[in-house]
Nanobody, 118 residues
Framework: EVQLQASGGGLVQAGGSLRLSCAASGFTFDDYSIGWFRQAPGKEREGVSCISGIGDTYYADSVGGRFTITRDNTRDTVDLQMSDLKSEDTAVYYC????????????WGQGTLVTVSS
């Protein structure tokens, strides 16, 4: 079964850090780029960061310099280290996979809630 499992969300104070993890199973992990997305209450989903199968990275302007994405192709995981969190980072965070970094993201993980208190 093709599956992504996101974890690591929680409640943190502004300025704090959290580490999200996305665990993949059921597909050839190295062939897929992995993206992190988030959706805040009342807002559209937005892309946060992504990493290709060979480690090329992208960050949205809103998180650049504060978030770091890494992947471990031996464990089929992608982590998102989030630092200096702000209240506007509060959202449900999702990970998703995209074959050869083209086309639509599919599959998607179930989401993990990050709440940043000010």
């Amino acid at each position: 079964e093709v599956q992504l499992q996101a974890s690591g969300g929680g409640l943190v104070q502004a300025g704090g850090s959290l580490r999200l993890s996305c665990a993949a199973s059921g597909f050839t992990f190295d062939d897929y780029s992995i993206g992190w997305f988030r959706q805040a209450p009342g807002k559209e989903r937005e892309g946060v960061s992504c990493i290709s199968g060979i480690g090329d990275t992208y960050y949205a302007d809103s998180v650049g310099g504060r978030f770091t994405i890494t992947r471990d192709n031996t464990r089929d995981t992608v982590d998102l280290q989030m630092s200096d969190l702000k209240s506007e980072d509060t959202a449900v965070y999702y990970c998703a996979a995209r074959l050869w970094d083209v086309g639509d993201y599919d599959p998607w993980g179930q989401g993990t809630l990050v709440t940043v208190s000010s």
